[in-house]
C-alpha cells in the first residue's frame, strides 16, 4: 500500500503561483510514476503533469504545457507541482495519484490517490 497526501492548495488572484506537495509513505520504490490530476465542478478528471520516480522524465498536459513543472524530492519522498502565471480555469481540486511502472496520462491507470487539495485562481 502507498499512501498520499496533498498539500499546498488555496486561493490565489490570476498571474499568481502556487507549490503543491504530494508526500508518498508506505512500500514506495523508485519503480513508481506519480501523476498529477484535476476535476473542476461538473467536470470529469483531467491529466495535468506525470513524473517518473527513478528517471525524472516528465510529462505535461498541453493546458499546463510552460507554467506548471512537476519534479521530486527522493529524499523526502514528496513530488511537487510548481503552478505559475495561474489562470480561472486551473480552478479545480488537484489530486496525486501513484502507480507501479511507466510513466501514463490515464487516470485509470494509477492504483493509489491521494485526499485532494482546492485550487481556486480568481480573475
Known amino acids: 500500500q502507498v499512501q498520499l497526501v496533498e498539500s499546498g492548495g488555496g486561493l490565489v488572484q490570476a498571474g499568481g503561483s502556487l507549490r503543491l506537495s504530494c508526500a508518498a509513505s508506505?512500500?514506495?520504490?523508485?519503480?513508481?510514476?506519480i501523476g498529477w490530476f484535476r476535476q473542476a465542478p461538473g467536470k470529469e478528471r483531467e491529466f495535468v503533469a506525470t513524473?517518473?520516480?527513478?528517471?525524472?522524465?516528465?510529462r505535461y498536459a498541453d493546458s499546463v504545457k510552460g507554467r506548471f513543472t512537476i519534479s521530486r524530492d527522493n529524499a523526502k519522498n514528496t513530488v511537487y507541482l510548481q503552478m505559475n502565471s495561474l489562470k480561472p480555469e486551473d480552478t479545480a481540486v488537484y489530486y496525486c495519484?501513484?502507480?507501479?511502472?511507466?510513466?501514463?496520462?490515464?487516470?485509470?491507470?494509477?492504483?493509489?490517490w491521494g485526499q485532494g487539495t482546492q485550487v481556486t485562481v480568481s480573475s
Open positions: 508506505g512500500r514506495t520504490s523508485s519503480n513508481y510514476a
Open positions: 513524473i517518473r520516480w527513478s528517471t525524472a522524465i516528465t
Open positions: 495519484a501513484a502507480r507501479t511502472g511507466e510513466i501514463l496520462k490515464v487516470a485509470d491507470g494509477y492504483d493509489y
